[in-house]
């Protein structure tokens, strides 16, 4: 059962649409966020949608979360996109709900499609065959105007041109590839907090607010680094405090780099007196003093969750990391002394100049951080990304990441648990991050096909030829058995 949901009638009612299942939309604070602007904007409200658990089986379908209205019979559609997987959830929505994915294939009866959400900071051009317009970075202060622009224009070609005319808005249709720069909120719109509260997510029941938003380090494979929107902005512990409910038991301080908050050793401090847990989605291991790791220990954590980023002391140099060996035996040997149970380290694999020297000295230096404190791995591929310095460099391929996977996997077996997510996807992450409009109608095409991995190489082989790079990763990876 949730609380806190808004209820609200309004001439304007958009869908509020998440391309992911209830519980992932749910836990993103920034989809929150747009709901509390448009049900808090004079004459605006919202209804969710959410992609069904099992497309098999979509129970209602594409329909309001609240009252069970089609998708379909909104004027205005807005869609909150996190990465680049999810360009899939909105072609399949769409279908869904029997509106025409493809922007150019809809009439005016059908809804205006605007999307947002973390992916604008980095690429968001493979949304562009499904989307009318898009608004880039932080969208809270003008999603409602935006909204209240579409409903007022006659056609929706006079929506698309308005909206051409505003600050931070992209219309694929009129501006082609040619991004605008990101909005950035005003000050007094911080911290973002997220109204409702749900048992439905693996954050259950917890009470989501921003902490800080950006960042202030210059990590070369991040898009939120410190040169996205300005940096690093700090919430104040007191304002903090005062907006977080006292009966809320639970609470999420959210931000980029959340550990890098000078007053967070009290932050958590102030809510363990309260008798609130605390989830912070970010911990840089050089900033786990002992006051902090202990402060954590005493609100109940039982494990410490940070980032080594790469295998080797030296890739770790090359993504300009402060994370260094000395900082995660610290980190690991303060958690245990503090009665914590296990230490979570995430890491990427297939970084650029990665050899299989650098996976034995991760193997070398993570069982003697096993021998600390149980040790648990979650391994990513590595995908570069628009906007941030990495931009461009290649994918590892499929072989050469499994390759690695079974060297770490061989090497700590018995020792630390490795999770990793798939090479495979990570692949089709990596193309579109570095894709554009074609990239997204190629998902389509993936989609329509049964969306499996092996849709997607079938779509991403037919790409334009002048795609040499991507072809190639193609080919290394048809090479391979599926
Ligand atoms: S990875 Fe984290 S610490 Fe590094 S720039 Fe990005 S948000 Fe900041």
Known sequence: ?????????????????????????????????????????????CERVFLPDDLRDPGPGATTYESGRPLAAHRVVAVSVA???????????????????????????????LAGGPLTFSNPLPLSPFVD??????????????????DDAPTKAAARAALAAMPHVFVPELHGSELPDSAKADASLLPAWGPIRTPDTALSGMFLIEAERGCSRRCTYCVMRRSTNGGMRLVPPEVILER??????????VGAAVSDHPKIVELVESFTARGASVGLSSLRPD??????????????????????DGASERLRGTLERKAKETHLVRAAERAKAHGMT????????????ETGEDIDEC?????????????????????????????????????????????????????????????????????????????????????????????????????????????????EVEDRPA
């Open 363 to 475: 193997v070398r230096f993570t069982t003697e951080l096993s021998r600390i404190l149980p040790l648990s791995l979650g391994i990513a591929p590595f995908c570069a990304k628009r906007n941030t310095p990495m931009d461009g460099a290649g994918f590892a391929g499929v072989d050469v990441v499994d390759d690695r996977l079974d060297r770490l996997r061989r090497g700590l077996r018995g020792r630390v648990e490795v999770r990793a997510t798939s090479a495979k996807w990570a692949w089709v992450e990596y193309v579109l991050a570095q894709g554009a409009a074609a990239e997204g109608r190629a998902v389509l095409e993936a989609v329509r096909d049964g969306a499996s991995f092996a849709s997607y190489k079938r779509a991403f082989a037919r790409l334009p030829a002048s795609r040499e790079r991507r072809r190639l990763r193609v080919v």
């Open 244 to 253: 977080v409910p006292r009966d809320a038991d639970k609470v999420g301080l």
């Open 1 to 45: 059962m949730e609380t806190g949901r808004i209820e609200k009638q309004a001439p304007l009612a958009v869908a509020l649409a998440y391309p992911s299942p209830y519980p992932v939309a749910m836990s993103s604070l920034g989809f929150q966020r747009i709901y509390r602007a448009l049900q808090e904007a004079p004459g605006v409200m």
């Open 342 to 353: 296990r230490l979570k380290l995430y890491l990427m694999v297939g970084l650029p100049t």
């Open 83 to 113: 990465y680049e997987l999810e360009v899939a959830g909105l072609a399949q929505l769409l279908l869904l709900a029997g509106v025409p994915p493809l922007a150019e294939e809809r009439r005016e009866s059908h809804p205006f499609v």
């Open 133 to 150: 317009a898009v608004v880039m970075g932080e969208a809270e202060g003008m999603i409602a105007d935006v909204c209240r622009v579409i």
């Open 287 to 308: 900033r786990l003093s002992d006051a902090f790791v202990g402060a954590l220990a005493r609100n109940g954590a039982r494990a410490l969750t940070t980032a080594m």
